[in-house]
């Protein structure tokens, strides 16, 4: 039996009316493993700002650091973009993954048969997609240094910096090999090392590490081809291994070749405890009207339970019961096609409790 405390930090935006959700889910299917959990909730983002003037208070980081896991809605808002860049929600995201090490990044999209008409792809170029995107979370140019506005005589001047180090490169690479054994074992190695250094060494010692991984298939390509093969043939794809930035964008494409980006669950994982949050954003044009998807939501509690506590019967028994409750034609309005009914966030979440036990 587990006997384990999760920091709960629904966010902003949709994030407080997916997050109960999840938050139900977790305790039937705990409870019905006889586990204990304990959620701790804690302010992070928007709400964290109105609240103490910080989007990532030190109550929250400490919080965090000291659950089994970490449970993330969603953080941001328009209310918040005036401030500066230091000050703003997001900034909350980004410490949380370098404070607790959240290095790697997995964000599997997989196409539930049912949703082939909700996508925006023929179907016959959908069909049974499965790919894990592998993204590196705490480098990159989203947190390479030097950055910022600075003043020059002819006008200001914006500076960012894409930087890996081989220890960097060499760890993400190695969980996109592991990962790709339990899969088809085939890593896609996604950079621009046709223009950018940074690149030209994450290629080298992508291909350094895969020495150690015979077994399994290593293909490189450049991100601008990848973005194109992602909408062309997406079957093609079983682990894509890529940077901070480019995973980012490659991994909102790829979502949308399951139907909606409100269906993707990820999992980001370090040295110690592991992060759990849609990829999807707050959404704040949806928020409020009870008309969220919480499926990304509830699948990340079920990534959650595998990763964090392996407990991998109750993660597979929500899977199940996203599964069933899609078969059913239950929907909302985002993956909603002819034929299907459409409810709202809460009522797919009872309906998700009701299949919980099979
Ligand atoms: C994501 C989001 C974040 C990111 C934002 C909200 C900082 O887009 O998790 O993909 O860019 O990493
Ligand atoms: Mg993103």
Known sequence: MANKTIAVLAGDGVGPEIMPVAVAALEA?????????????AVVGGRAIDETGRPLPDETLRAARTSDAVLLGAVGGPKWEGLAYEQRPERALLGLREQLGLFANL??????SELAGASTLKQEVIENIDILVVRELTGGIYFGTPRGVEATPTGRRGINTEVYTTEEITRIARVAFDAARARRRRVTSVDKANVLESSELWRQVVTETHAAYRDVELRHMYVDNCAMQLIRNPRQFDVLLTTNLFGDILSDAAAMLTGSIGMLPSASLGASTGMFEPIHGSAPDIAGQDCANPVGMVASGAMLLRHAFGLEDEAARIERAIQRVLALGYRTRDIASPGTRVVGTRELGDRLLEHLDG
């Open 29 to 41: 299917v705990a409870r019905h493993g006889g586990h204990a959990l304990t959620f701790r909730p």
């Open 107 to 112: 964000r599997p999209a997989k196409l539930h």
